[in-house]
């Protein structure tokens, strides 16, 4: 696969599956396990994409500045800051620290 | 005097136009501050390897934060051989839109093409600010304005990103790599409300990372996915169900 053909085939699925909410008779989502199941999928998803960013390194894990980076990340989100501003910190928090070493 | 009945219709019509006023402000406002986030998308995406026309393409036609973020996070790890795998986190993540657009459907109006277009802007923000609004007419309003808002706005700065990234030339020494991460944080931070959502998040981090080694970039995440079916299934640590009120409202992100 070329990386467009892969850009293309993964935007038409995700455009396809918003369309199918349209389609699909409502009566699933009176259902809570579909519901449920989707709603958790994201977390897991997103949870598995933090660590894998935090501590992949090809196929390996390695412990970096990137793991100190996205600690401060959490901290910030948990004091509300806003999504750019943490984004940014934790650019400046890796990139300072791989300067320092 | 004026019987009260007769004042019914007055008060009505200036409460309704308050309420979609209220709407637009609110998806404006929403439409704004995505668009701050998108810059970090752009300047990610072309750091994984993808030009400014790829990264463009993926914010109009995918149009979905979290799928966008994880299909450049796969193929930054894994390049080109994790494809399959970076379509399949990309997709997964999108499952909700197709939930969202079941409750939507009622809100946006009729016409084919009304709906697709609508589907295509269906997405966390358009859903919940729609689903917010408190009479139908504010609900649609809500829905289009923030919907329409974040498209242009999640576009502009992606490419602006994208032009970004693209100057700044080694991304790791800008500590790109660990802004992605944060970016992930961002977009789960706001689903983390219940005890049952943070279990399977740490479920989910801890199998990621222990596969990593062993599979191939790309496998670990999708195998991570399988905590939340199980989970989900049988509804561990789930106390209570809420069916309706769940899932969009929690997380405003793309």
């Known amino acids: 696969m070329t990386l467009w053909q892969i850009i293309i085939a993964a935007s038409i699925v995700v455009l396809a599956l918003k369309l199918a909410g349209y389609v699909v008779p409502p009566a699933l989502l009176a259902k809570p396990t579909p519901s449920r199941i989707a709603d958790l999928l994201t977390v897991a998803l997103l949870a598995a994409l933090i660590a894998v960013q935090t501590l992949g390194s090809g196929q390996s894990l390695a412990l970096d500045a990137r793991l100190p980076a996205v600690i401060v990340a959490a901290g910030l989100f948990a004091i509300k800051t806003p999504f750019i501003v943490v984004v940014i910190v934790a650019a400046l928090v890796a990139a300072g620290l791989r300067a320092l070493t | ?254």
């Open chain 2, 1 to 254: 005097m004026t019987p009260a009945p007769l004042t019914v219709p007055a008060a009505h019509f200036v409460d309704e136009t308050r309420q979609q006023r209220l709407a637009v402000r609110e998806g404006l406002a929403v439409g704004l501050a995505t668009a701050a986030y998108g810059v970090s998308f752009g300047a990610l995406s072309v750091a994984a390897g993808l030009d400014i026309w790829q990264t463009s393409f993926i914010s109009i036609v995918m149009f979905s934060g979290g799928s966008q973020f994880a299909l450049i996070g796969v193929l930054a790890a894994g390049g080109v051989a994790a494809g399959p795998a970076a379509i399949a986190s990309a997709a997964l993540l999108g499952v909700r839109n197709g939930i969202y657009g079941m409750r939507t459907a009622s809100i946006v109006g009729s016409g084919l093409w009304r709906r697709l277009a609508a589907g295509w802007i269906t997405i966390d923000e358009s859903t919940a600010v729609a689903l917010a609004q408190p009479t139908p007419r504010s609900r649609r309003v809500g829905f289009w304005v923030t919907g329409l808002a974040v498209f242009i706005g999640w576009n502009a700065t992606t490419l602006l990103g994208a032009l970004i990234g693209d100057a700044l030339g080694d991304t790791r020494a800008y500590g790109l790599d660990a802004a992605a991460a944060a970016a992930f944080v961002g977009l789960l931070w706001p689903r983390l409300k219940r005890m049952q959502a943070i279990a399977v998040a740490v479920a989910a981090a801890v199998v990621a990372a222990t596969l990593t080694p062993v599979l191939m970039p790309g496998l670990p995440v999708l195998v991570a996915a399988l905590v939340a079916v199980v989970v989900g299934l049988f509804n561990w640590l789930g106390g209570p169900v809420l069916p309706r009120a769940a899932s969009a409202r929690k997380g405003l992100r793309p």
